[in-house]
């Protein structure tokens, strides 16, 4: 009846069931992408409990759903997370039930570095903006500590190293978290052994460590991965065991570097960290010790030595003794011999004194008579003095020469005051009037000048004979003759002014 | 008393601690500035502290153990073969 109802229909077309189609093309699909490999974006991702991992891989056109099972899961080099660009070799598979296909993914790998680093600049300035890898979070590690935790595979070159290194150093008590360092699983039980290293009580069975060794050997970015996880950081940077991250080779940074308290170059490099070299400790004690005993003698032989020589300085007692003593005899002999010679001296003094004392009335007699000759003397002395002087008197002639010069005395005074009072008149104005020269004055006023000489003027004319009054009558009239004349009183005002 | 004390405070002390403080007293001696009597009393402390850096460096014995996890998270050592 289909055939009828649709002539359009091939009737060659072998007719499917729903069942029969879908697993048609299940069987193409699984034929044909048996093993793909697909560039995408993780998004959507989530682990279920079962341990599989679901998440759809995008780009800008599509989205493809994808599945990793368990098993993969635990194979994976990188741990997936949203937002990667991976490229996942799988397969695809057809869902029937749903009408729906899938990539099952059996190992994953990074797009490419230039995503990978991204990601890790990224975590890296989240991190440290929560201040994770401060340095002020930074403790020191022990100078020498007694046991040692390292954290690595128990397998391969690095604990080998780190245990060689060690015994050169210095033999400590080394235990050993066995943890896987790559892989899916190993970011997980890194950050299990570093949690459980500081889990351990301080007297505990299992001693606890004074610091922890972090460590793997080289390899890719995403072969060192598990230590740039979250989880392994946080776990580094809180533990309260200083930590030595030595991941990789030294151009090898990865995150946990960040968070540890120091980061070692390579696995034996932290080694060398972790412990000084005991041979080295043992030369220095050594030679503490010899300069302990050396230094020790020398202060004591030193001190005896001074003892020795303050003691030498010290004086015999009894010499000291025999001296004193020998001056105190001395002493007392001087002082019996000067008693002795004192009371001599005296006794000879006062004989001599006694000897020179004499009888009061040959005293008087002997001063009598001085008396006597002293008065005898006295008075032919004085007899003598008035008889020179009379002589002297008689030698000045006194009388007579004192009359002669006062007589001499009072001429010569006669004659001197003549001769002044004949230059005192040679002097006088009157000698000029008598030349011929006239005064004029007014009153006592002598006129100097024919400006002192005012028309009606009543005035004084001094002639060497006598005086005449007279007035002036005015300017003169002659001009030559009589203002000679009345300027001719100018010298006998000068000679006015002399007196 | 005090000095039984003093030697008791050496037994706590770190290599460290105990090192820095020998040469302390070495540079203290050899210096001379001080006492008789502190003189004999640091000998005797140098020599506890030299004694005390000395047994710790003869303690320098190699001892490699691997963790074991037990079934209930519990944990202990097992030797290990440094390979």
Same mark, same amino acid.
């Given at each position: 009846?289909?055939?009828?109802?649709?002539?359009?229909?091939?009737?060659?077309?072998?007719?499917?069931?729903?069942?029969?189609?879908?697993?048609?093309?299940?069987? /193409?699909?699984?034929?044909?992408?048996?093993?793909?490999?697909?560039?995408?974006?993780?998004?959507?991702?989530?682990?279920?409990g079962s341990g599989h991992l679901y998440f759809r891989l995008k780009d800008d056109e599509a989205v493809l759903d994808a599945c990793c099972w368990r098993s993969s899961a635990a194979r994976l080099t990188i741990a997936p997370e949203d937002g990667l660009e991976v490229v996942c070799v799988g397969r695809i598979s057809a869902y029937s039930g749903r009408s729906s296909y899938q990539l099952i993914v059996d190992s994953i790998e990074l797009a490419g570095e230039g995503?990978?680093?991204? !990601?890790?600049?990224?975590?890296?300035?989240? !991190?440290?903006?929560?201040?994770?890898?401060?340095?002020?979070?930074?403790?020191?590690?022990?100078?020498?500590?007694?046991?040692?935790?390292?954290? /690595?595979?128990?397998?391969?070159?690095?604990?080998?190293?780190?245990?060689?290194?060690?015994?050169?150093?210095?033999?400590?008590?080394?235990? !050993?978290?066995?943890?896987?360092?790559?892989?899916?699983?190993?970011?997980?039980?890194?950050?299990?052994?570093?949690?459980?290293?500081?889990?351990?009580?301080?007297?505990?069975?299992?001693?606890?460590?004074?610091?922890?060794?972090?460590?793997?050997?080289?390899?890719?970015?995403e072969d060192l991965w598990a230590f740039n996880e979250e989880a392994v950081v946080r776990a580094a940077a809180a533990s309260s065991i200083p930590l030595i991250s030595a991941v990789g080779h030294e151009?090898?940074?990865?995150?946990?570097?960040?968070?540890?308290?120091?980061?070692?170059?390579?696995?034996?490099?932290?080694?060398?960290?972790?412990?000084?070299?005991?041979?080295?400790?043992?030369?220095?004690?050594?030679?503490?010790?010899?300069?302990?005993?050396?230094?020790?003698?020398?202060? !004591?032989?030193h001190r005896r030595d001074r003892v020795a020589g303050l003691a030498r300085g010290l004086p015999d007692p009894v010499s000291l003794i025999e001296t004193a003593a020998q001056r105190l005899d001395d002493r007392s002999e001087r002082l019996q011999v000067a008693i002795a010679n004192l009371l001599e001296r005296r006794r000879a003094m006062t004989a001599e004194c006694g000897a020179r004392l004499r009888h009061p009335r040959d005293q008087i007699a002997a001063k009598r008579q001085e008396l006597v000759s002293c008065v005898r003397a006295l008075d032919g002395a004085a007899r003598n003095a008035v008889a020179a002087i009379g002589a002297r008197y008689d030698r000045l002639g006194a009388e007579h020469r004192l009359a002669n010069g006062i007589a001499r005395?009072?001429?010569?005074?006669?004659?001197?005051?003549?001769?002044?009072?004949?230059?005192?008149?040679?002097?006088?104005?009157?000698?000029?009037?008598?030349?011929?020269?006239?005064?004029?004055?007014?009153?006592?006023?002598?006129?100097?000048?024919?400006?002192?000489?005012?028309?009606?003027?009543?005035? /004084?004319? /001094?002639?060497?004979?006598?005086?005449?009054?007279?007035?002036?009558?005015?300017?003169?009239?002659?001009?030559?003759?009589?203002?000679?004349?009345?300027?001719?009183?100018?010298?006998?005002?000068?000679?006015?002014?002399l007196f | 008393m005090a000095e039984t004390d003093a030697m008791d405070s050496v037994a706590t002390m770190s290599f460290e601690e105990a090192l820095a403080e020998l040469e302390s007293i070495v540079t203290k001696l050899e210096q001379g500035r001080i006492t008789l009597d502190e003189a004999i009393g640091s000998y005797e402390r140098g020599a506890a502290l030299k004694r005390h850096c000395e047994g710790k460096l003869r303690e320098a014995t190699e001892k490699v153990e691997k963790i074991a996890l037990g079934p209930a998270g519990s944990i202990s050592t097992e030797p290990m073969d440094p390979a």
């Open positions: 009846m289909d055939e009828k109802a649709s002539p359009t229909l091939l009737p060659n077309v072998p007719e499917y069931s729903v069942g029969e189609i879908s697993r048609a093309i299940k069987r /193409t699909l699984e034929s044909d992408f048996r093993q793909v490999r697909v560039r995408g974006e993780i998004t959507g991702f989530k682990r279920a995503a990978l680093l991204k !990601l890790l600049e990224d975590r890296r300035k989240r !991190l440290a903006a929560e201040g994770l890898f401060d340095e002020a979070r930074k403790r020191a590690l022990p100078f020498l500590p007694d046991v040692i935790g390292v954290v /690595t595979s128990p397998t391969g070159a690095v604990i080998r190293d780190i245990l060689h290194r060690l015994r050169d150093r210095f033999p400590r008590r080394v235990l !050993l978290w066995p943890v896987l360092v790559q892989g899916e699983d190993a970011a997980a039980q890194i950050t299990a052994a570093i949690e459980g290293f500081n889990r351990l009580p301080e007297r505990g069975a299992v001693p606890r460590p004074d610091v922890l060794i972090v460590a793997r050997g080289g390899g890719s970015l151009t090898d940074f990865t995150l946990i570097d960040y968070a540890a308290d120091r980061r070692a170059p390579t696995p034996t490099a932290a080694a060398e960290m972790a412990v000084p070299v005991r041979s080295e400790l043992l030369a220095r004690v050594l030679d503490g010790s010899a300069r302990l005993e050396g230094a020790t003698g020398r202060f !004591l032989d005395l009072l001429r010569d005074c006669a004659g001197r005051i003549e001769k002044e009072g004949r230059l005192l008149e040679s002097y006088s104005y009157r000698g000029v009037l008598a030349r011929g020269f006239a005064l004029v004055r007014d009153g006592e006023h002598a006129l100097g000048s024919v400006e002192e000489a005012k028309p009606g003027m009543g005035v /004084t004319v /001094t002639f060497h004979d006598g005086d005449v009054g007279a007035t002036i009558d005015g300017p003169d009239p002659g001009k030559e003759k009589p203002a000679r004349q009345v300027s001719r009183p100018k010298p006998p005002v000068r000679q006015g002014s | -």
